[in-house]
């Protein structure tokens, strides 16, 4: 399983790539491994504003539909409209090609509460 060391990672799944006050995020090669083939990914709160931990979109699978959570607080300013045609760069590449959102961070600082890849290992096991 793929976990990048410089990215920083939630419970709930999702990756975090820092830029100065821009954050890129999508998830993590064990979610869309446990997922299975994504067959569609919505992400309909671009230009708005949300709290960390609120639900910027959902992913759909053939077996299940999953929230996605904002893992810092921010304005969504851009999505991944690669997905749109081809939502299985999930699959294929969870941190390059299928990064899914970029937000503006409004709480730079929420950052420091994610977890490091070694914690993110253990907690997948």
């Not at 990064?99 to 503006?104: L, P």
């Not at 914690?119 to 997948?124: F, I, N, P, R």
């Amino acid at each position: 399983m793929n976990i990048p060391a410089e990215l920083k990672y939630t419970k709930d799944h999702e990756w975090i790539k820092i830029d100065g006050n821009t954050a890129t995020i999508g998830i993590t090669d064990f979610a869309q491994s446990e997922l299975g083939d994504i067959v569609y990914v919505e992400v309909e709160t671009l230009d708005e504003t949300l709290d960390r931990e609120e639900v910027f979109g959902t992913v759909e699978a053939v077996k299940t539909v999953s929230d996605l959570f904002l893992p810092v607080s921010g304005t969504i300013v851009e999505f991944n409209e690669k997905l749109e045609d081809e939502p299985e760069l999930v699959n294929a590449d969870p941190y390059g090609e299928g990064w899914m959102i970029k937000v503006t961070m409004s709480v730079e600082t929420e950052v420091e509460d994610l977890m490091t890849a070694d914690a993110y290992k253990e907690l997948v096991g």
